[in-house]
């Protein structure tokens, strides 16, 4: 049984390689977006969600074993506090599975 690994920002700069390393390491795994794409890289499932608010979060969470948090807004003040705030609360909430 494989892992399942839920990625934020696995469409950024520090999350696409990322994934492409799980993929190729047999993890399952979802990337979390606010609009699913038309083409995912084979391996990644695309799963719809909202950080900046918390749509979303509890069912890109559910099931997974693992969340990377790759996303980041550099230009937006205190978003990305907020952002990891919403997917703390997400996590606790899905029974804590683990982030890193």
Same mark, same amino acid.
């Given at each position: 049984?494989?892992? !399942? ?53 509890? !069912? ?10 790759c996303a980041s807004d550099p230009n937006a003040s205190g978003a990305d506090l907020q952002a990891a705030d ?15």
């Amino acid at each position: 049984m494989s892992r !399942e690994v839920l990625v934020t920002g696995g469409t950024g700069q520090l999350g696409r390689p990322l994934v492409a390393d799980l993929v190729t390491r047999g993890f399952g795994v979802r990337v979390l977006s606010r609009r699913l794409r038309s083409d995912p890289p084979a391996g990644v499932t695309g799963v719809v969600g909202d950080l900046t608010d918390g749509r979303g979060l509890s !069912e890109a969470i559910d099931g997974a074993d693992t969340i990377i948090h790759c996303a980041s807004d550099p230009n937006a003040s205190g978003a990305d506090l907020q952002a990891a705030d919403h997917l703390l609360a997400a996590a606790r909430a899905a029974g804590s599975p683990n982030i890193i």
